[in-house]
């Protein structure tokens, strides 16, 4: 059976209310090993984390990217926004991702799992990408957390260019990287939940 679902246009999904984010209240930054582990400790009693990293831009051709600078992951009530700069927190982040028995979803993960090793020397385990879950149901091949929010929400997720292509290799980041990068993640662990998808074991 190839069924192919219509999915909403661009046009279509600009008339959709938000869809609610997580506010700062929520979101936590971790810059050192103390608070990653802190980090841990909470996501660990988690099965299933949203996922999803930044890297500062490149601009010009065979530039090489030096990311993630950023590392985010989000259960249903909180997210984590973890600064890649600090040996210790790196470290940290690497141990997280390399962790079996959890689900960590994203959406368009090949280029970020790529960097991870790269950089953190680790690949990231039972990592699901979203998009090949909508290709499997018989949507379009890159559904992005755009359409995905608004087939399953019917709801507009917003994204803010300014923040996409801002300086993620920044030692201070400000509140609206933190809110951009983090509902990233939360989005994807909603759209997780939605599809009924179950979480490992």
Known sequence: MNTRHPTPDKEQIALLEPFERLGLDRIHLVTTREQAQGA???LAATPVWGFDTESK????????????????LA???KAWVFQLHDVACRAAVAD???????VKAG???GDDRKRIVEKLGVEPADVLELNTVFRERGYRKDMGVK????VLFNRRFIKSRKATTSNWAN???????????ANDAYAAVRV???LGLAPIG
């Open 192 to 194: 997780f939940h939605e």
């Open 96 to 102: 997280l991702l390399a962790l079996r028995g959890v």
């Open 147 to 150: 359409g995905a929010v608004a």
């Open 40 to 42: 841990r400790e909470e």
């Open 75 to 77: 259960t249903l009530h």
């Open 107 to 109: 959406f368009g993960l």
């Open 171 to 181: 030692p201070r980041l400000t509140e609206a990287q933190l809110v951009y990068a």
């Open 57 to 72: 831009p490149t601009f010009f051709k065979d530039q090489l990217s030096e990311g993630p600078h950023v590392v985010q």
